[in-house]
């Protein structure tokens, strides 16, 4: 039995039976009226069964009468009461459920969707997208110079940018520590003027640390998603031209699939370019 009834509750969950207080009285009145009309029909039956079985102690006309106008009233009274309070216990349940479900998938600094989210979010889409990484450079320093306060005002600065560019179907996410991501369908060249314009707006942020402003720059690398190919592949690549955003100079954009055509001499680190980037740190 308790079994069942865990299980109809999870069916109801699922079902979105009770997915708002609206949906929860109107079903309510409609099982109750169900349900009146059935215990109305049983009280009739059971009168004829008594006067066929000779067993009804008083007339059958008054008693007719009787059961017409007490019995759908009492019962629907009762079943709509009865309901409701399973109804609307369905409902928070389902609403706790779904706060829950929100904050496991939500940075609670940024506000954006956290990594297993948006790494989820990434194996659901299909087709032809990019993937685009976002790190705030140097900012150790940040935290060092103005304090992890000012840090945190600054990754809330930064994620608002990130909201207001990328609210187009876009799925926006903080991965890291400052690091951003971002999974576009846009046109590759449509995306990459987008989040060149998402780099001009960061670097013109001023965030207050008490009498002083905190200006920050970000860099980015962008890969290209195909169907078929493995997350850690792609994020790997968009990885990789971060890295190279970052040798070259720091807050710049950098494709995957350009950096073949970028030549060792445009880094600022006297190396190779495939000797520069496992080497490079983060900053």
Known sequence: MGNATRNWIVGQLSLGEFASRRAVVSRSIWMAAKIAMLAYAMNICAHFALVA???LPYALFPALVIATVLTPP?????????????GF?????????????????TDMLSGL?????????????GGEASLVLFDIDRFKAVN????????????????????RSFSRGEICARIGGEEFAVLSEEPPCD????????????????????????RVTISGGIADVVAGRAFGEIFSEADRAL??????????IVRYRDIDSLSPGALSFPQALNDAIPALRRA
């Open 74 to 86: 009492v019962s629907f009274i009762v079943a709509v009461i009865a309901y409701s309070v399973v």
């Open 191 to 214: 995306l990459l003027l987008r989040v060149e314009h998402v780099r001009e707006s960061i670097m013109a942020l001023k965030v207050p640390a008490g009498e002083r402003q905190v």
């Open 243 to 252: 890295y190279v955003a970052k040798a070259s100079g720091r807050n710049r």
């Open 113 to 125: 969707l956290n990594r297993r989210a948006f790494q989820s979010a990434f194996e659901a889409s």
């Open 53 to 55: 079985l000779d067993l």
């Open 144 to 163: 060092d110079t103005f304090g992890h306060s000012a840090g945190d005002d600054v990754i809330v600065a930064v994620a608002d940018v990130m909201r």
């Open 89 to 105: 216990a369905i409902y928070d349940l389902g609403v706790s459920r779904a706060e829950f479900e929100r904050i496991s998938r």
